[in-house]
């Protein structure tokens, strides 16, 4: 398959069922809130290296977490039960993402993909409405945290650091407790990871995927900072250990 080459002049995408066999499906064009946008309900997401043209990928098949499907080792239990960690939404967004930056991952260099243009990209959407943070503390100290994207019923997970064993775990734990509260149904986790399989998330085609997009635009989409509706109550979801 061609790699597109997107158009400075429209925010149109090709196809994403169109993507070679790597899921890569364009290159160029901007990261611009609307472009962003939709990018998101389209399937699509950015990654490429500074250096490089802004690449946009829609993989087959794709990672996802049914909010239902959550699983907690027993070995998370201590840390709920004795509230190890505070947990706080959207109070600082652009700190978490700067954080997950300089998380060293397996087969990347530190920080490879969230570029200045990325940060700028992203806290865009956040000052929007759209994308948001999980912050993990423990006392004083912010020890982990993840953000991404929400669209009607759908979080679109971008990236997680930790800096104290189990910290970005919890977040997401509590985090995804929450979303199923509020009646989220899918998060997307975009690409296969170990940690991530052991909660629960697992592959589904692309051709379901996008089904389920589409599906999702008639959800209405909660625009505005996560601080108090994330925070009213605490999670009373059963999740089950594995």
Known sequence: MPIFWL?????????PELSNRNGMLAAGGDLSPERLLIAYQSGIFPWYNPED???????DPRFVLFPSDLKMAKSMRPFFNQ?????SFD???????RLC???QRKGQHLGTWISEEMIEGYTALHALGYAHSVEVWQEEE??????GIALGKCFFGESMFTQVSN???FGFI???RRLEELGYQLIDCQQQTGHLATLGAGAISRKKFLKFLWENRANPTHRGSWARIMEEEPPSVTVSFG
């Open 142 to 147: 912010l020890v982990g945290g993840l953000y």
């Open 101 to 103: 930056g300089k998380t």
């Open 167 to 169: 910290a970005s775990k």
């Open 53 to 59: 043209y802004i690449l946009w990928w829609s993989p």
């Open 83 to 87: 509230a190890k960690f505070r947990v």
């Open 174 to 176: 509590t985090l995804v």
């Open 91 to 97: 109070g600082h967004f652009e700190r978490v993402m």
């Open 7 to 15: 158009s400075e002049h429209s925010n149109d995408f090709p196809n």
